[in-house]
């Protein structure tokens, strides 16, 4: 059974750090792109940071470039977020995709984790 799971969210205040994880089982994780995901309702989910099977190639949108990291390990991919701001506050999804075209359609992930929720206190 596929599943990708979240973890790591937390409350922080503004200018601190979290590490969330996303654990695959079920499925290689590195015959996939692993991208990571935020809402905060009524916005739309959105893309974050992406990272490609097979090489590792990342991609990160402007909003969190140069303050979020994104690696994998055999099983885990993690998302390190650092300067976080309250802008950041969100449910974090991370999901998959067989497309390793950096940036990929949301519509190209096939499978979702549940979210971890992160709230940064200005």
């Known amino acids: 059974q596929v599943q990708l799971v979240e973890s790591g969210g937390a409350l922080v205040q503004a200018g601190g750090s979290l590490r969330l994880s996303c654990t695959a089982s079920g499925f290689t994780l590195d015959d996939y792109t692993i991208g990571w995901f935020r809402q905060a309702p009524p916005k739309e989910r959105e893309g974050v940071s992406y990272i490609r099977s097979s090489g590792g190639s990342t991609y990160y949108e402007d909003s969190v470039k140069g303050r979020f990291t994104i690696s994998r390990d055999k099983n885990t991919v993690y998302l390190q977020m650092n300067s976080l701001k309250p802008e950041d506050t969100a449910v974090y999804y991370c999901?998959?995709?067989?497309?390793?075209?950096?940036?990929?359609?949301?519509?190209?992930?096939?499978?979702w984790g549940q979210g971890t929720r992160v709230t940064v206190s200005s």
């Open positions: 999901a998959r995709t067989l497309y390793r075209h950096l940036p990929p359609s949301i519509y190209d992930f096939d499978y």
